[in-house]
Structures are given as C-alpha cells and as structure tokens.
C-alpha cells in the first residue's frame, strides 16, 4: 500500500492548511470537510500545482518536495493525476484526441492501462468523435476521469468531480468511480463536501476543518464518531453499517439482514445469502425508547446500551450514540427528550429504525460473493 | 507609367517578414511572461512594453538613431563585426522595427494567452506534459487567433512606419527607401503620379488588413487538428 506523507503550511483565505499525517493510500480515500476546510489547497499541494507550499510531501519513498533539501519536483514527473471540478478539456482537441493527449504521455513505469478498456470503463465510445465544447457536463467528466486514467498516474486526484452536476447524472457516475481503483489499480485521493458520495463510494476518510485534519481512518469508525459531528455535518449526519443478507422473505418481498448479531429486515435486495451490503442510517431517521416497543409500524427495533450524548448548545437538539454490540447508530433527539428518558451513558435502549430511511444507493455493489462467506 | 520603381515595395515586404518573424520570437516569451508572471516588475516592463504607442516616431527614431550608432558599444561592435554601421542599413531598419512595432505583437498574445489562463496548463501537467510541451501543444493553439492577430497588426503597422525609418534608416535605394519614404521622395520632387499608385496602394492594403481582421474576429472559435 503505496503512503502519502505529508508535512505541510499553505495560507489560504483566512485560514492556514497545517497538515502533517502519513496516509496509506488504498482504494478510495474520501477528503472529506466544508467548503473553505482546505481541500483543494490540499490536493494541489500534492499535485504540486501550488508553489506557495511549504514543507515535506512524499509519496511511496518518493520526495515531492522538501523545503529543507531545496527539492520540488513539478507536476508533470509526480506522476499524479488530476480530476479538475471543471473538467479542463482541451477545447481545440476532440474527445478521442483528449485522450490520446494523455496516453502518448503516459507513465510508463506504472501498469499498462489499455486505450479500449478506458473507453469501454467508461462509455466513451459514442463520444470519440465529438468536438469537447459541445458536450454536457456529465460527459465532460467522464472524458476527463478517461484523459487522466490514460496517464497512467500513480495517484489519482479527484476535486469535486461531480460538484457542477445534478444529483441524476451524479448517480450515474458515481459507480465509475467507484471502481476506478480495483480496476485500474490506482488509489485515489476524492475531494468532496457531500456525505453521500463519502458513504457509497470511500473506505478512508481524511476530515478536514477550517485548515486542520481533524481526524483520518476508515469511513465507518469516523461517521460513528461523535465528537467530529460538527464536521460531518449533523443534518445528513449518519453511521455506515455493515449488514449480512441472512434470507429472504418472498411472500412479503423482504431481505433478513444480520447486523452485529441482531436482525433487521429491508425491502427485497437482489443478493445471495451471505452477500454483504452497507447501509447508511441517518441520525435524523433514528428514534429511541426505553422499552422495547409494541403495536409500532416500524420493523427495525435494535437493542443496545447509550454509548454518548452530545447536546448542541443553544439548540433543541442532541445526538445520542447507541452501542449496538459492536455496531453504532447515531440518533438525533430533543434535548427535551433526552431529558425525558434520562438518557445517559449505560442507559439500555432500543433504536427504531423507519425502514425507508435505509439508503438503497449505499449498498455495495453486487456484495461480497457467497463464496468468500465459508 | 513605363518607368515605374517596385523596389521600394519588394524592400517593405521583406522589411515586415522579417520584422514580423522577430517579434513573434521575441514577443512570445515576453507576452507570456506579461500574462503569467506575479514579479512585482511586471506594471514597469508592461509600460515600458506599450511605450512606442504613445512615443512620437521622431523621439523614438532620434534614441534609436543615438543607440545604434557607431558611438555606442552596440553599434561599435557591429561596426567591428559587419565593417559598415548599423544605422542606414537594413539592419538597423530591422531593430527600429522591431522595436517600434512590438506592442502590436505584444498586446494580442498577451490578451489570447490571459484567455487561456492557467487552468488548461495545470491540466496539460497533471497529464506529464513539460511546461515547453504544454506551451506548443496547449496554449499555442489555443491562442492562434491572437498569433494571427499579432502578425497582422505588426505586419501592417511596420509596412505603414514612416518617423522611425526616416530618422534611422535615411532613404537609401534597396537598403532603407521602404514606401513611406518613397512617397514623400515622390511628393517632394512632385512626381505625383507615382505617389498616388504608391499612397493608393497602401490605403487599400491597410484597409483589406483591417478587414480581415474584423471577418476574423466574427467567425465562429478557430479550431486545430
């Protein structure tokens, strides 16, 4: 696993981005933070598009740049490469000669990556000969994921990619992007200010604030985290759970989920038994009880114990964790009615889960083959 | 007219090739420099840049003439080096071009390049292209509407030079008598008729660049390859 190490000071707007961490980088690693957190000061700092950097960036042993030892290597032979928010096609250039911009320049010590493969990952095909201005913003996207795919870079760095999109044509990409790193064997850096996209498509996650890394690990730890809600956003706040497919209902169309010992039942999900899938709970779609409920709609009641209650201060609110044995649920109550319950660490109670607000797009796509189950 | 003397016109045309040639040269690192450069010199060289614009042709002829000439270590050196001097050559017509027409070239690269801005150099980069390789395959193209801008105007502006020529250049035959002197020889001797062909000549020229110019800059985005 190829470790990005970096120990760096940028001023920007009225903060500074201070970031000393080493990241090992697999697989997808959501930056993650508000808009003006740094995100892009960051990227471009690795980039080496900044020259108003200072300090140290290595990646997999190599030197970046190094204040110290006068060493800043520029961007075209840091073998990154870079997905623009805006796409930045070459507008003199068609398509299929965007992207032979890049492969002619690819790098050639990483692995192979194949002109077709690209195009057929992607959809390109029906867009070769087209002229870039006149493609839709989607498109624009996907030819710019293909054009910085070609290069062949050890690193990819994504920024917002799919920020000047509706949420329809992002969805679409989404799954792109997705597999970007198992097929083409590339880690990639994705900046992003939407949980959704962290939740469906990242294992890591670096959280930035106000010019800070305020927390990094895998997704699923930091967004049960109750002391980093106020960055992850209190909203559309949630926890990711893993749940494994235990059967399915075909009388009433229902999939029995196993989550962390206790069970849990969703509208029919298209996978074996044993499949794997991630749900997203919002805290905002949780309600407790002290007792365990009865003649109630809701299907989902899990059993655990108040791990921690945060009040949010001049506010009617607060969010509770819930110890689920293992798993966590994030539920957002009154203050009122934590009072109420008495709910306090220790505290044995039962979170309701509406069953609609279980997000169908988080699920993993096709699951975990029932073979790797044994 | 039977007797009629084209070499001040074939003088004019080479004059401006190669004046042209040299300002794209020195003109491309010097625009690109204008629009990119965060140097706190960048307001000076820009003014200094423009200042043939507003500069009467005498008083940049006269420094010029001063500059060039054998008393100075440029012109000494090119006495040494050539043994004739480099004022009324064509040589010195050159430099005095150059140097007279530059903001025409200069100008429109700077606008085109700051047109095409960093964004699309950071993304030639990021796809391991040189800073050369991106200049040439990037911006260059993206900015041909203002290279052919630039050639233009200065191919134009040193065919209508008058001031300049004349102060560093005098009006010697098939070295420095380009049209403009040739005219207002042909009007001192009253030889009117070859004035008019020669003045005639140069309002239509004028007039077809401008022209094209303007049709150039109606038409849809340029486009390369």
Known sequence: ?374 | MPDFDLGPVWLTVKLAVVTVSLLLLVGTPLAWWLSFSRSRLRPVIEAITALPLILPPTVLGFYLLILLGPATPIGALWVQATGSTLTFSFSGLVIASVVYSLPFTVQPLQTAFEAVGREPLEAAATLRASPIDAFLTVASPLAKRGYLTAAVLSFAHTVGEFGVVLMVGGNIPGETKVISIAIYEHVETLDYTQAHVLSAGLLLFSFAVLLALSLLNRRSPLRAG
């Open chain 1, 1 to 374: 696993m190829p470790v990005l190490e970096i120990d760096i000071e940028r001023p920007f707007g009225k903060f500074t981005l201070t970031a000393a961490k080493e990241i090992g980088l697999d697989g997808i690693t959501a930056v993650f933070g508000a808009s003006g957190s740094g995100k892009t000061t960051l990227l471009r700092a690795v980039a080496g598009l900044d020259r108003g950097v200072a300090g140290r960036i290595r990646f997999a042993g190599q030197v970046w740049q190094d204040d110290a030892r006068r060493i800043f290597v520029p961007p075209h032979k840091r073998g990154v490469g870079y997905v623009f928010q805006d796409a930045r096609l070459f507008s003199h250039l068609s398509v299929a000669a965007n992207l032979r911009y890049a492969a002619r320049r690819a790098r050639r010590e990483s692995r192979p990556i194949d002109f077709d493969d690209v195009v057929d990952a992607l959809d390109l095909g029906p867009l070769l000969d087209r002229q870039t201005p006149a493609l839709s913003g989607g498109e624009r996207q996907r030819v710019a994921i293909g054009r910085t795919l070609l290069a062949r870079p050890q690193l990819l760095l994504m920024d917002e990619p799919l920020a000047a999109l509706d949420i329809r044509r992002r969805a679409a990409i989404l799954p792109y992007i997705e597999r970007l790193p198992q097929t083409f064997g590339v880690p990639v850096l994705y900046v992003t200010h939407a949980i959704a996209e962290v939740a469906q498509i990242s294992q890591w996650m670096l959280l930035l604030s106000d010019g800070r890394v305020s927390a990094t690990g895998p997704v699923t730890e930091l967004m049960e985290r109750i002391d980093l809600f106020p960055m992850t956003g209190r909203f559309e706040a949630g926890v990711v759970l893993s749940a494994r497919v235990t059967g399915h209902d075909t009388t009433y169309h229902l999939t029995d989920l196993d989550v962390a010992g206790q069970h849990m039942v969703m509208p029919a999900l298209d996978l074996p038994v044993g499949g794997e899938v991630r749900l997203r709970i919002r805290a905002r779609d949780v309600a407790l009880a002290t007792q365990r409920p009865d003649g109630i709609s809701i299907r989902n009641v899990l059993a655990g114990t108040v791990a921690e209650v945060a009040a949010e201060p001049e506010t009617a609110f607060a969010e509770v964790l819930v110890d689920l044995g293992g798993a966590h649920v994030r539920a957002r109550l009154t203050r009122r009615s934590v009072a109420d319950l008495a709910l306090a660490p220790g505290r044995p109670v039962f979170a309701l889960l509406k069953s609609v607000a279980i997000d169908r797009r988080m699920i993993v796509a096709g699951g975990v083959p029932a073979s790797e189950e044994a």
